[in-house]
């Protein structure tokens, strides 16, 4: 069955600098995959989608880009920013329902 | 616009006892989603709906039952509480599987 890993649990970024998340999945090629942010307490927002003809999405300060040959997809934040301190969940289409990564904490340092 | 509702926010129930979660939708979706959310494991899968009065089992079932008799409400019931329920649970709908999910805020479960 489909395996997602997001291979960092957490990350330490410097304010300003691009902060790079990855997203690793084990079988066939999903249709598209998607990027939520999760804060403390609350349900994961959906930030951005791309499908498995696109090879780079831009929303604002942030990229994702999906590259099959690696099964792989990158998260960019550019000048990031301590606001964007949160978990961040990758997931993909999976056996007929999205599967979910376990995440990973994203901490901006002023 | 509501959203996605959970209710209650917390709860804390004893070995053996019932109860049910409530997930309510505003957004006239088709789909809806009941996962589970623990330290380390990710979000997970209980039970899905493709429908109003249709369910199905996700990757984590046992323990849990659910019901979806109107389109906007589906339920989550324990009927017999097990510490290994303790969890955080989500609701989530969506108006199709390749769209994305819309979450509730949660409710943080804890069996003593």
């Known amino acids: 069955s489909q395996k997602i890993e997001q291979n960092s649990e957490a990350l330490n970024i410097q304010e300003g600098k691009t902060a790079t998340l990855t997203c690793n999945y084990t079988n066939y090629s999903p249709a598209y995959l998607q990027w939520y942010r999760q804060d403390p307490g609350r349900g994961p927002v959906f930030l951005l989608l791309i499908r498995e003809n696109e090879k780079e999405k831009r929303k604002e300060r942030l990229k994702v880009t999906f590259d099959t040959t690696l099964k792989q997809s990158l998260f960019h934040i550019t000048a990031s920013q301590p606001a964007d301190s949160a978990t961040y969940l990758c997931?993909?289409?999976?056996?007929?329902?999205?599967?979910f990564g376990k995440g990973t904490r994203l901490h901006i340092l002023p | 616009n509501a959203g996605v509702t959970q209710t209650p926010k917390f709860r804390v129930l004893k070995t053996g006892q019932s109860m049910t979660l409530l997930c309510a939708q505003d957004?006239?979706?088709?789909?809806m989603y009941w996962y589970r959310q623990d330290p380390g494991m990710g979000l997970r899968l209980i039970h899905y709906?493709?429908?109003?009065?249709?369910?199905a089992k996700g990757e984590v079932p046992d323990g849990y039952n659910v019901s979806r008799l109107k389109k906007q409400n589906f339920l989550l019931g324990l009927e017999s509480a097990a510490p290994s329920q303790t969890s955080v649970y989500f609701c989530?709908?969506?108006?199709?599987?390749?769209?994305?999910?819309?979450f509730g805020n949660g409710t943080r479960l804890t069996v003593t």
């Open positions: 709906s493709v429908g109003e009065g249709t369910t």
């Open positions: 997931a993909l289409d999976g056996d007929d329902k999205i599967i």
């Open positions: 957004m006239n979706h088709e789909y």
């Open positions: 989530a709908s969506d108006e199709d599987p390749n769209s994305p999910l819309h």
